[in-house]
């Protein structure tokens, strides 16, 4: 018999950086996704894959803001940690960042089975921007890390199926206005964490969902899942079925011997055990298998270009390995969504441990004796009576809470009223992002925000616009309208919500920034111009000192507003060619937002569009990080390129595809 399995609370302390504030203007612009299909690749695939490609891609961030307030200047900082271990393995659970398994530590072996990052580094590469590396993480909502990569979630302990402890997080996904929960616990005695998860729609009408289980894994490794095929797709945007192990001359099953960032979604036959592993050169590593509801494995790679490394690089610090993602999802690729049927839900379980067995040789030899291992070690029967055993405990409601996430949750069961057993969204979780929307439910109307602060987060769901469409129409209550009204794909009416807000409204920024992407998108490009540059100023006569509160003076939001409004309203005047007005807004940008690395590049750029092409190599030769750099945006290498003929210098070298693809 093994020593019971307990849950405690524990503070990491890790080099990390900053979140800082969320981007204050709401996210209007078309998603920009890098997994999305070439026309040429759709006519070949598979009819459910090409009807789940098709079904319901995301196609804006609403209600979600962007984060994109974090640097890159990381100091000793405490990090609450929740620790579940048995006599076997002991696995730590970050709750406040979207409740990542940071580490999984097998005992007896003193071996570490997931890549551990040794920092807290935030990167562009959430569908909201920031994300971090290392560990397990749960991405729900749509194609992408998850929304909450960053964000709490509720936890607490619940009994397990064996009579233990288990713990489970919970948390409402906004971007489909799904809640959902992951189950941990480890049966007495055993080398495998047990995961149940299961995602409701409480919703009468279907809705799409989407989840992936991504594993960090140290890339010196050999992954083996039980396929001989694979879909790969590149940052080219390419799909193509490949073969597996070897395509174009060599084993992609080893992650170094791609020289670009690549996917593999391997295609695992019907009726075969679900299960990914990787292992290093000695036969020793971790296995991931489920029950066959998560249907999907993949392999992601960096590759060795010197774009991938220095992504690699960009994540963590000097001196760190490494690492490849092991994956496993709903569907065959990351590219589909899968309909979840109104009031239904979905559910299954997984198990990560450790597996033994020989990696090298012949494919289906090492396939066949790894499964055996893992056969031995945990078979495929007991998978399946572990999910039926805890599936009825999915119901029972926590016990000690140990973390608490977010309001969204309590507010839409204020709203409808709904029973979700084993996930409560308490009253007492409600925050001040939900207090506006709070008082629109049980008031009918939206407060004015205080001292004519930026205006909160808007939601869109359509009950809510419902609200906002037979609530006063003071200008604040349309520029929430003209949001909503926008996220649904009336823009027409979203613009006349804005242009009469405007017409009362005594601040007038962020009804004329909406306008402002609205023109954008029309194509009204000098009209874009006009509205940014009148926003920026109507900004800057509400705080004249916002580009002196560098030394911590001043409201720190104001300094995010402004930072956010300047950066859109450069890149316009820019682009309609306006570069005295860019510099106009430039010169009034707070100091802490010009010296940031992306207003950095910001200033290169106007230095080039105003003929100063040596001033603006300058900015470069001094150097500046760029925190917020978008997972494959090529900016870096297209604005050194206009500056002059020597190649892109390795620091900013961030490309993740061959030249001219």
């Known amino acids: 018999m093994g020593t019971v399995t307990t849950i405690r609370r524990e503070v990491l302390t890790l080099p990390a950086a900053p979140l800082g504030p969320d981007n204050p203007l709401p996210p209007l612009r078309p998603l920009d996704e890098a997994h999305r299909i070439d026309d040429r690749d759709r006519a070949g695939l598979p009819r459910d894959m090409a009807r789940q490609v098709d079904y319901e891609p995301l196609r804006s961030l609403l209600p979600v803001r962007v984060r994109d307030g974090y640097d890159r200047v990381r100091e000793p900082r405490e990090v609450d940690a929740l620790v579940i271990e048995n006599d076997r393995l002991r696995a730590t659970v970050l709750p406040a960042l979207g409740g990542r398994i940071a580490s999984l530590h097998h005992k007896p072996t003193d071996r570490e089975l997931l890549y551990v990052n040794p920092v807290f580094q935030p990167a562009n590469f959430a569908l909201n921007g920031a994300w971090f590396s290392g560990g397990i993480e749960w991405n729900i909502g749509a194609t992408g890390h998850t929304t909450l990569s960053c964000s709490p979630v509720h936890a607490a302990r619940v009994p397990a199926p ?5 713990l489970r997080l919970w948390e409402w996904e906004r971007l489909r206005d799904l809640p959902f929960q992951v189950d941990l616990w480890l049966p007495d005695g055993s080398d495998f964490l047990h995961v149940g998860v299961r995602i409701r729609n409480p919703h009468e009408r279907p809705v799409p969902t989407y989840w992936w289980s991504n594993i960090a894994v140290p890339e010196e490794r050999r992954v083996l899942a039980p396929a001989d095929e694979a879909w790969l797709f590149g940052y080219e945007r390419r799909l193509r079925r490949v073969p597996v192990p070897s395509y174009d001359g060599a084993d992609r099953t080893y992650p170094r011997n791609s020289t670009y960032a690549a996917d593999y979604f391997y295609e695992v036959p019907d009726g075969r055990r679900r299960w990914i592993a990787a292992l290093d050169e000695h036969g020793h590593g971790l296995v991931q298998t489920s029950t066959d509801v998560l249907r999907g494995r993949k392999l992601f790679v960096w590759g060795t270009g010197p774009g991938g490394r220095r992504w690699q690089e960009w994540l963590t610090e000097p001196g760190t390995g490494g690492y490849c993602e092991i994956q496993a999802g709903l569907a065959r690729t990351q590219l589909e969504h899968v309909k979840l049927e109104a009031e239904s839900e979905v559910s299954w379980l997984e198990a990560y441990g450790p597996l033994d067995a020989d990696p090298e040789g012949e494919w289906h030899g090492v396939l066949r004796g790894a499964e055996e291992q893992l056969e031995t070690a945990l078979p495929r029967a007991d998978v399946d009576a572990a999910y039926a055993a805890w599936l009825p405990h999915a119901d029972d409601e926590p016990g000690e809470r140990l973390a608490t996430g977010s309001g969204w949750g309590a507010l839409e069961v204020l709203r409808t009223g709904w029973k979700l057993p ?9 925050q001040d992002e939900q207090r506006p929307w709070l008082h629109l439910l049980h008031a009918g109307s939206l407060p004015e925000p205080d001292h004519h602060a930026p205006p909160g987060g808007t939601l869109v769901a359509r009950p809510w616009r419902d609200m906002l469409e037979t609530t006063a129409a003071t200008p604040v209550a349309e520029y929430h309208l003209g949001v909503a009204q926008w996220h649904e794909g009336d823009r027409a009416q979203a613009v006349r919500s804005w242009e009469r807000g405007l017409k009362d409204a005594t601040v007038r920024w962020p009804l004329l920034r909406c306008l ?22 109507d900004l800057c006569a509400w705080v004249p000192d916002a580009s002196r509160d560098s030394d911590g003076s001043g409201d720190g939001r104001w300094t995010a507003v402004a930072a956010a409004l300047g950066r859109e309203a450069i890149g316009e005047l820019l682009a309609a060619g306006r570069t005295a007005d860019a510099r106009a807004v430039w010169e009034r940008l707070p100091p802490a937002a010009r010296a940031r690395g992306r207003f950095r590049l910001t200033e290169a750029a106007l230095l080039a569009a105003e003929g100063r092409k040596t001033q603006a190599r300058a900015v470069f030769d001094e150097g500046f990080e760029v925190a917020d750099l978008r997972e494959g945006d090529e900016i870096l290498g297209r604005l050194w390129a206009r500056l002059g003929d020597e190649p892109l210098p390795a620091r900013h070298d961030f490309r993740m595809r061959p030249d001219g693809e």
């Open 162 to 166: 064996d009579g233990g402890e288990m």
């Open 422 to 430: 084993g996930t409560p969204f308490d009253e007492a979780t409600l």
């Open 516 to 537: 402002a992407v609205a023109d954008q998108e029309d194509g009204h490009r000098e009209r874009a111009a006009d509205r940014y540059a009148e926003a920026f100023d």
